[in-house]
């Protein structure tokens, strides 16, 4: 055997901590197959030698929870996310309108609920600038719509209109509609004013957001919302040679509509599995158990701190979820919870535990994302179920959605029990990360960061917020890497840099061992990712 590729002149991170560090790494046939001094030993005159230059080798990462066709699209709309202040919002939505004239709507996606007061968006502040059009932009969260009166009117929305279930339509005091609306029930009217996307547009699209990924070290992402309108999309840019990761596709399944979309389900897995080759895969099910705390629909086992009658908004109920769970669970596919509050988790894990009774043991490896809130009488039971734990480390931060929004809502005290990381590892259970981009930010460097500091990019504050939460550098590592390798059923692939392992590596210009502080971790840039020894960035 001779090597294809040898690196050397850096540090080479296994990601195993019986093997640790090593100074080479071969690589033949998409796979690593040997380490130091042997690895050295395969290299020949054709062998590629790539000098780390100080730097490290280590295993690449993977995202158990991001929308990439979603971040994609994003693009091609108003650029609303970067918007400071409600006039610049206003003034970036004008300029889009006027730049496509033939638009029938206007549309962006990730405003800052914090831009207003409370969260709370006026209709008349679009007007001002486009009243012959809809307009439709979504919060960073994507679970608030702002809307002008235009696609207010255009989706048959009046003051007449009750609240559907699963939504909040905001009122003002008289009763009219203001222009703020919550959750997909209220918010699905306005969507399917947005225009229709083509193949084309969402291949294009999705070959973007995926060079991203892979510039920030992800070769493998769980997509946490497919429909099946977006398997071809998916299928399309993988077959064109533009996919730059592996995927697995998680259907969403709604109460609505889940018993006619799960035979589509096992029929579009077919499909997957007939056309995506080892790229993509779809043997998951996702389910959304509530919303977001920032615009009070994640559900809670205590009322709102700042509106004691609510408790927030279940999307099911958990006797619906447990059964819907099971039928999932039999036909083979995995679950995959969205669940913030502290009542959204126990719902979800009720479920799961449900399932457990229900089917039987197996390896099924269910998934529950975001725990933004997890009530202490239920921490142990991530472990004792076998439940992966999904977070957003990003998340876990004194930010302005934090101090502005959350603990606001919830109080201090509750606010004090955010993103147990620490406390789920320190009891066992199987954890894995992800970025919910476009929610924030997609790159895992950020996120690792903030997991072991639990800092602001300012470096706020300075102990860490919640310090007893905070987690080391080596496990924060794994987690974005062997932990979502685990996720995906693939540990026996990749997440670690051992022979007969995938080649799937990322190089940082230095070691990340080195870097006390967390802004300069943070601002760490990927230097090289491999895919199966194959250089994606």
Not at 438 to 451: F, M, N, Q, S, V
Request: charged fraction near 25%; glycine fraction near 10%; proline fraction near 5%.
């Amino acid at each position: 055997m001779e090597a294809e590729l040898l690196f050397v002149g850096g540090t080479i991170r296994t990601g195993d901590s019986a093997r640790g560090v090593s100074d080479a790494l071969a690589v033949a046939g998409g796979r690593v197959v040997a380490l130091g001094d042997a690895a050295r030993a395969l290299e020949s005159a054709r062998t590629e030698v790539v000098d780390l230059a100080g730097g490290a080798l280590l295993p690449s990462f993977g995202d158990g929870h991001v929308h990439p066709l979603m971040a994609g699209l994003e693009m091609r709309g108003a650029k609303i996310r970067d918007c400071d202040s409600i006039d610049e919002v206003v003034r970036e939505v004008r300029r889009w309108a006027d730049a496509n004239p033939d638009a029938e709507c206007i549309f962006g996606e990730g405003v800052s609920p914090t831009l207003a007061p409370g969260g709370l968006f006026d209709a008349h502040w679009l007007d001002d600038v486009v009243r012959d059009r809809p307009v439709v932009l979504r919060t960073m969260d994507y679970h608030t719509a702002w809307v002008n009166s235009a696609a207010l009117r255009s989706a048959g929305l009046t003051r007449d209109t009750p609240d559907p279930v699963g939504g909040e339509i905001v009122r003002t005091a008289d009763g009219e509609l203001l222009g703020t609306l919550r959750e997909w029930g209220a918010i699905n009217p306005v969507l399917a004013l947005l225009p229709e996307v083509t193949l084309h547009d969402g291949v294009d699209s999705l070959a973007a957001a995926s060079k991203m990924l892979a510039a920030a070290g992800i070769t493998w992402v769980q997509d946490a919302w497919t429909e099946l309108d977006d398997v071809e999309i998916w299928l399309a840019t993988a077959e064109s040679g533009r996919l730059s990761t592996r995927v697995n596709l998680a259907f969403r399944a709604t109460p609505e509509s889940w018993k006619a979309d799960l035979p589509a389900f096992v029929e579009a897995r077919q499909k997957v599995a007939e056309r995506g080759g080892d790229t993509v895969r779809a043997e998951t099910v996702k389910f959304f158990a509530d919303g977001v705390i920032e615009a009070g629909t994640a559900a809670l086992l205590a009322p709102y701190s700042d509106c004691p009658h609510s408790h927030g908004i279940s999307n099911w109920t958990t006797d619906e979820l447990g059964r819907v769970a099971a039928e999932v669970d039999r036909l083979g596919f995995q679950i995959h919870i969205h669940a913030i509050g502290d009542a959204g988790v126990r719902m979800a894990l009720d479920a799961i535990e449900y399932v457990d009774r229900c089917n039987g043991p197996r390896d099924r490896r269910a998934t529950i994302a975001h725990l933004q809130l997890v009530d202490g009488d239920d921490l142990d039971r991530f472990e004792s179920l076998g439940v992966i734990a999904n977070f957003q480390p990003l998340w876990a931060q004194l930010d302005p959605l934090m101090t502005e929004l959350t603990i606001p809502r919830i109080g201090v005290d509750r606010g004090e029990l955010q993103y147990r990381i620490g406390s789920l590892a320190e009891r066992g259970a199987r954890v894995a990360f992800g970025s919910d981009w476009p929610i924030t930010a997609h790159e895992p460097i950020k996120g690792i960061a903030t997991a072991i500091h639990r800092q602001t990019s300012a470096g706020v504050p300075s102990e860490g917020w919640l310090p007893r939460e905070r987690v080391g550098l080596d496990w924060a590592l794994a987690t974005y890497s062997a932990g979502i390798a685990y996720q995906g059923f693939e540990e026996n692939s990749w997440g670690r840099l051992l022979p007969g392992m995938r080649a799937d590596m990322i190089q940082l210009p230095v070691d990340p061992r080195h870097l006390a502080s967390s802004k300069e971790l943070s601002d760490l840039v990927v230097s090289r990712t491999w895919l199966a020894g194959k250089r994606v960035h």
